[in-house]
């Protein structure tokens, strides 16, 4: 069984820096795609970053336009976790963020992500 645990939520400043990690299990982040989504009170869930590897593309990396510049998303297969480094963080950035996992290919839909950790919350005070 999939199971996907996020950690390093919380509160920050804006401008601040928070930094997410995704905790997988088994060989799970060898052959999966690993996104990060969020979901702002009252708005429906959107896509933030995803990442991929394969031994003959590399890694493959995606942004959400309001991300991009700003945020990084990378994974340490040997530690089973994905990242999600977040800089110049603002109060639109307050949400919860979900790991997700799909085979191979990334995606930006949430629909394409049979996998999902439980959430953890961000909060950006202005």
């Known amino acids: 069984q999939v199971q996907l645990v996020e950690s390093g939520g919380g509160l920050v400043q804006a401008g601040g820096s928070l930094r997410l990690s995704c905790a997988g299990s088994?060989?799970?982040?060898?052959?999966?795609?690993m996104g990060w989504f969020r979901q702002a009170p009252g708005k429906e869930r959107e896509f933030v970053a995803a990442?991929?590897?394969?031994?003959?593309?590399?890694?493959?990396?995606n942004y959400a336009d309001s991300v991009k510049g700003r945020f990084t998303i990378s994974k340490d297969n040997a530690k089973i976790t994905v990242y999600l480094q977040m800089n110049s963080l603002n109060p639109e950035d307050t949400g919860v963020y979900y790991c997700?996992?799909?085979?191979?290919?990334?995606?930006?839909?949430?629909?394409?992500?049979?996998?999902w950790g439980q959430g953890i919350q961000v909060t950006v005070s202005s």
């Open positions: 990442i991929s590897w394969n031994s003959w593309t590399g890694i493959t990396t």
């Open positions: 088994g060989d799970f982040f060898s052959n999966y795609a």
């Open positions: 997700a996992g799909r085979p191979y290919v990334i995606a930006s839909m949430s629909s394409d992500y049979p996998y």
